[in-house]
């Protein structure tokens, strides 16, 4: 059963700006804090950001939070990650899951910062 399908990754030059979609269950979705997590080649996945059950209340890891926003669409069911000032260093594969994480990883979206 899919949880979670996530798209908006691609191929962007550093200093770049990306937006990522999540669409979520609503089983998935409804009732939850939401996080986006990223893992990059050869190391462990990470929390980038989170986002309360009503969108009120957004967090996120110090090595983004200036850069990243993540937001939540409740009637579609729909989380996003806004992301700018993109760096190599946030190359990864960016995935979406309640916070803390309840359900399996879907595919994720690939994000590559290069120049």
């Known amino acids: 059963q899919v949880h979670a399908v996530e798209s908006g990754g691609g191929l962007v030059q550093p200093g770049g700006s990306l937006r990522l979609s999540c669409a979520a269950s609503?089983?998935?979705?409804?009732?939850?804090?939401m996080g986006w997590f990223r893992q990059a080649p050869g190391k462990e996945r990470e929390f980038v950001a989170g986002?309360?059950?009503?969108?009120?209340?957004?967090y996120a890891d110090d090595s983004v939070k200036d850069r990243f926003t993540i937001s939540r669409d409740l009637g579609k069911s729909m989380l996003y990650l806004q992301m700018s000032s993109l760096t190599p260093g946030d190359t990864a594969v960016y995935y979406c899951?309640?916070?803390?994480?309840?359900?399996?990883w879907g595919q994720g979206t690939q994000v590559t910062v290069s120049s």
């Open positions: 899951n309640t916070n803390p994480p309840l359900y399996a």
């Open positions: 986002i309360s059950r009503s969108g009120g209340v957004t």
């Open positions: 609503r089983r998935t979705f409804s009732g939850y804090a």
